[in-house]
Structure formats: structure tokens, C-alpha cells
């Protein structure tokens, strides 16, 4: 299994996050650093005895993470990390959603408050009401976290569009690399953020003026007929 190294680096950070949120705190600190330190063939390794890669095909290995190689026929859903996290799968620090998307933190952000807006549906297209909710969004954060500007960008990994809402606080900010962020950090950033019931608006039909008064024949103007 060959990963690109943006690959290798977000499922590094998934299994870091569900080391934070499970394993006991005398721990944590020693199974992070094995982590951070793997290798390629190291990290296949671990995901193939944790049971995260499946045996499949002439090569031995399917990765359930998606590796860019032609599918062996399953379910691309059941291997990609966003699906998992909207399906609570795999934890998430979530923030908004509507019937469309859901919004979760970043856990290794480019600048405070780095959102992504992650499409229910696993999806190769952006759907308008997806972007619509990703607009919204953007301004309601910009206003909680007094940004300079907001800088939506489209990516896609495991076969899964998604989009990133980036705060812009100062220029230096676009030329920051994306750093992980701690599990405390997250969780109150959680609480700060968070936004209820966010529902794209939709237009709203006009209903026909009432007419006050009955249309009778002597309240009622017509044009004399010529006989």
C-alpha cells in the first residue's frame, strides 16, 4: 500500500484523535509518539493487524483508506474517513450540519477555527445546497472568531469532495502549514463555535394578494360592449 504523504498524514491524525479520546492518559503520550515516528511501511503494518486494511487480491492488502489504486469492488463509502465521521464511525468535533453537510474542526488546522464541510452523501460534486450551507457558515464563523476574511477552498481525498473554510487573521496566515491541534484545544473550540439548527434559507413563495371585497357587479368597473 502506497499512500501520498497528505494521505498518510490525515489518517496518522485520525488514529492520534481516537488514541486521545480512548486510551488511558498514562499512555497516550508513548502511543502518539509510535504514531507520529511510523513510516509508510510501518503504518500499513499497524493498520493491516488492527484490521483497518483488508486482504484482497493478487497484492494481499485492499486498504480501506483510499490509496488513488483501481477498487477491488467495495463499497468506496466503507473506506473513507468522511463517511465514517458522518456516520459517527470515527469521532468528530462537529459544529453545524443541515440535511446536506456536516461541519467538523479540522484537527490539524491551518489557522483557528479551520472547518470542514463534509457532504453527507459520498460525492465527487458539490451539491448548491452544500455550498449554500458552507456560506452561511462562513460568515456566522467569521463573526464568532473576528477573522480578516474567510477563504473557502474544494478538496478531495478518499474519493470524497469536501470543502475547507479557512479564517484569514493576517497574510502570514496563507502561507501556514497545517499543524495538529490538541484534543483540549478542539473540544473548547467546539464550544465556542458551535451553531444550532443551521438551515440553509430557502425562498419564501408569495402568497397572492387578498382581495378585501367581494367582486360584485356594482363595485365593479367593465368596458361598455358595443352592440
Not at 10 to 32: C, G, H, R, V, Y
Not at 169 to 182: F, G, H, M, Q, V
Amino acid at each position: 500500500m502506497t499512500l501520498p504523504l497528505e494521505q498518510t498524514e490525515q489518517i496518522k491524525q485520525q488514529i492520534i484523535q481516537q488514541i486521545e479520546n480512548t486510551f488511558p492518559e498514562d499512555k497516550k503520550e508513548s502511543a502518539i509518539q509510535q504514531i507520529e515516528e511510523m513510516n509508510d511501511s510501518e503504518l500499513e503494518n499497524f493498520l493491516a493487524q488492527n484490521n483497518l486494511i483488508k486482504n484482497s487480491g493478487p497484492n494481499g492488502v485492499y486498504p480501506r483508506y483510499d490509496s488513488g489504486e483501481p477498487s477491488s469492488g467495495e463499497n468506496d463509502e466503507e473506506k473513507c474517513i468522511f463517511c465514517s465521521i458522518v456516520s459517527e464511525k470515527i469521532p468528530g468535533y462537529k459544529i453545524a450540519e443541515n440535511d446536506s453537510a456536516l461541519a467538523v474542526l479540522e484537527i490539524a488546522p491551518v489557522s483557528k477555527g479551520h472547518t470542514l464541510v463534509i457532504p453527507k452523501v459520498h460525492v465527487q460534486e458539490i451539491s448548491k445546497e452544500t455550498q449554500d450551507f458552507a456560506k452561511e457558515l462562513s460568515i456566522k464563523l467569521k463573526e464568532k472568531l473576528n477573522a480578516k476574511e474567510m477563504q473557502t477552498e474544494e478538496s478531495e481525498m478518499f474519493g470524497h469532495k469536501i470543502l475547507n473554510i479557512i479564517p484569514i487573521y493576517d497574510d502570514k496566515n496563507l502561507e501556514r502549514k497545517k499543524k495538529p491541534a490538541s484534543k483540549e484545544v478542539l473540544e473548547n473550540l467546539q464550544k465556542e463555535l458551535k451553531i444550532k439548527n443551521l438551515e440553509t434559507k430557502k425562498e419564501e413563495e408569495k402568497e397572492p394578494e387578498k382581495i378585501e371585497e367581494p367582486i360584485t357587479e356594482k363595485n365593479t368597473w367593465l368596458p361598455r360592449r358595443i352592440p
